[in-house]
């Protein structure tokens, strides 16, 4: 238990389709992430909230659409995504967003298959 | 271009023996690692951290090396178990300053297995 909670776990979708990821945490952190790991790659930052504010887009394709509603919640909205999309999505939080000694913690992931 | 290498994709040891896991960066302006630990179909856990101002941290089992002048950190985990077994993931962060500050920079990740 890391105190960041993924849902769904596993979520198989339609290039047609539109679904959402949920992440919820509650260690009180101000600021949020999305990463991505697609097979044998590093992971990738796709976006990052700080007190509800984005602060980085990582040059993700507009199919992918966050939404950061309070410091506890964050959502990625997915639409009309490709099979190449096919990937583990992790959420994670920390303290806050800049700062010397910035651990952030990651939740259990959202594997998503686009078929 | 990977700032964070992770030149040995995978590391066998035997049960109590010493695991020495190696990461590599490039850019000057990191100042803050950490290792995570991943399970097949679970996140990261995080692990140890060490700031550049130290040159080793130990907690428990494992101990992170930092040797700033070649950019180079190693993670040893002593003596190792086949529980330990998973993706080890170094990670760099830049200080003040750095256009990526507060951000981690991962590595592609080491496959570490145990036997018993």
């Known amino acids: 238990e890391t105190g960041v909670t993924q849902t769904p776990r596993h979520l198989v979708m339609g290039m047609t389709n539109k679904k959402s990821l949920k992440c919820e945490q509650h260690?009180?952190?101000?600021?949020m992430y999305w990463y991505k790991q697609s097979a044998k790659k590093p992971l990738e930052l796709m976006f990052v909230y700080n007190f509800k504010e984005q602060t980085e887009n990582n040059s993700v394709p507009s199919r992918f659409s966050p939404e950061c509603p309070n410091s506890s919640h964050l959502f990625l909205h997915l639409h009309t995504l490709q099979p190449e999309d096919s990937a583990l999505y992790l959420c994670?939080?920390?303290?806050?967003?800049?700062?010397?000694?910035?651990?952030?913690?990651f939740g259990e992931g959202s594997w998503l298959t686009v078929v | 271009d990977q700032q964070v290498k992770q030149n040995s994709p995978s590391l066998s040891v035997q049960e109590g023996r010493i695991s020495i896991l190696n990461c590599d960066y490039t850019?000057?302006?990191?100042?803050?690692f950490l290792w995570y630990k991943k399970y097949p179909a679970e996140g990261p856990t995080f692990l140890i951290s060490?700031?550049?101002?130290?040159d080793k941290n130990e907690d428990g089992r494992f101990t992170v090396f930092l040797n700033k002048s070649a950019k180079h950190l190693s993670l040893h985990i002593v003596p190792s178990q086949p529980g330990d077994s998973a993706v080890y993931f170094c990670a760099a962060s830049e200080r003040a300053g750095g256009t990526s500050y507060g951000k981690l920079t991962f590595g592609q990740g080491t496959i570490l297995t145990v036997h018993p």
């Open positions: 060490i700031s550049s101002i130290k």
């Open positions: 260690l009180g952190h101000n600021a």
């Open positions: 850019n000057s302006m990191f100042d803050y």
């Open positions: 994670a939080s920390s303290q806050d967003e800049v700062s010397t000694g910035n651990t952030i913690y």
